[in-house]
């Protein structure tokens, strides 16, 4: 069993920053990937970032140059640092975790981003 907690959300004008945070614990050991994602309202969920165990990244094209995704091995923790946040980045960002065929869910946490 693993869990996943979220936090660092918030309102953010245009422009600004925020920084989001998941802990991870449980059954947590050996290769996995750790990544953000997030769901508009009336959109599909879709991929942020991740960043596996040995710290290979991968980024959407809408959020390259912009956010910054990393994470901390021996606290099991992964970080997303949003700089130039746009309105279009409002979202609820859900952390996950995929390890061999196990998927895990953060409950999510909600980013809006004032014009």
């Known amino acids: 069993q693993v869990q996943l907690v979220e936090s660092g959300g918030g309102l953010v004008q245009a422009g600004g920053s925020l920084r989001l945070s998941c802990a991870a614990s449980?059954?947590?050991?050996?290769?996995?990937?750790m990544g953000w994602y997030r769901q508009a309202p009336g959109k599909q969920r879709e991929l942020v970032a991740a960043i596996t165990t040995r710290g290979s990244t991968n980024y959407a094209d809408s959020v390259k140059g912009r956010f910054t995704i990393s994470r901390d091995n021996a606290k099991n923790t992964v970080y997303l640092q949003m700089n130039s946040l746009k309105p279009d980045d409002t979202a609820v960002y859900y952390c996950?975790?995929?390890?061999?065929?196990?998927?895990?869910w953060g409950q999510g946490t909600q980013v809006t981003v004032s014009s």
């Open positions: 449980g059954a947590i050991f050996g290769i996995n990937v």
């Open positions: 996950n975790l995929v390890r061999a065929t196990n998927d895990y």
